[in-house]
């Protein structure tokens, strides 16, 4: 009888581990999901602040003759180095100072003929070279006499 009560107790004892061991497998797929689910999320609220930011930018550009005045107004921190204007943003995407900076907005304005420009609109994360969102936007501002 003693030799019976001893093996059931080890087979006991292993499907314990057996399960214990599942669990922990099932556990580590779960979180991995759980942090690849976190960070999808978050890349997809980074790229919706960008389009809407860039939609508000191209709006503004549309609605005034006077473009970088029009930015300027909605955005004091905005930047002019040549033919671009920068627009810093924070980490949750409102207007700040280049020194607090966490993504960027630069409009590049290209000049065609008869009055037709087209401007590029390209939102960067602050030291990386690739594109968060980026959006070309053509408009027709006639000539002044």
């Not at 497998?25 to 389009?51: G, M, P, W, Y």
């Not at 033919?83 to 409102?94: G, M, P, T, V």
């Not at 994360?125 to 936007?137: A, F, L, N, Q, V």
């Amino acid at each position: 009888m003693k030799k019976q009560a001893s093996n059931r107790s080890g087979l006991l004892l292993m499907e314990i581990i057996i399960a214990i061991l599942f669990f922990s497998v099932i556990s580590a797929i779960c979180l991995q999901l759980f942090v690849k689910s976190h960070t999808l999320s978050r890349d997809t609220e980074v790229l919706d602040s960008a389009v809407n930011e860039t939609s508000s930018a191209a709006e503004l550009l549309h609605s005034t003759e006077d473009a970088e005045s029009a930015l300027r107004e909605y955005y004091p921190a905005l930047k002019k180095e040549d033919s671009r204007l920068y627009i810093y943003y924070d980490e949750a995407f409102k207007a700040c100072a280049e020194t607090d900076a966490v993504y960027y907005m630069e409009i590049k304005k290209e000049s065609a003929e008869n009055g037709i420009f087209e401007y590029k609109l390209t939102v960067n994360k602050s030291g990386s070279s690739s594109h968060i969102y980026e959006m070309e936007y053509v408009t027709y501002e006639p000539l002044k006499p």
